[in-house]
């Protein structure tokens, strides 16, 4: 195989990994419920590495730095908080049972 193939292929596994990392990073029920696709990005992710490469590294730069990862991650970021306020406002026991 061509040594650039190969390295503009390579280059495209770094990207699709980063992305694939960072994209499971998020439940999939904040996926859900916000109305994004983890299915469309993945299969958008594959397309572009099977494109020898370069593109995949664009989709990860588009991931990154685009809107619906702020908003996956703002939602997650609020649900985390949500959650950590509600353990913290529970009523602590301060005596034994028996």
Do not use: K, Q
Not at 5 to 28: C, E, M, N, Q, Y
């Amino acid at each position: 195989m061509n040594p650039v193939l190969t390295a503009v292929f390579g280059v495209g596994l770094i990207g699709l990994t980063w992305f694939a990392i960072d994209s499971t990073r998020i439940p999939g029920p904040i996926w859900y419920w916000s109305g994004h696709s983890r299915a469309g990005w993945w299969t958008a992710a594959l397309a572009c590495v099977l494109a020898m490469g370069i593109p995949a590294l664009i989709l990860a730069f588009v991931w990154r730095f685009g809107a619906a990862r702020r908003s996956l991650r703002r939602e997650m970021d609020e649900l985390r908080e949500s959650a950590h306020l509600r353990r913290s406002s529970r009523p602590s026991s301060t005596g034994s049972v028996a």
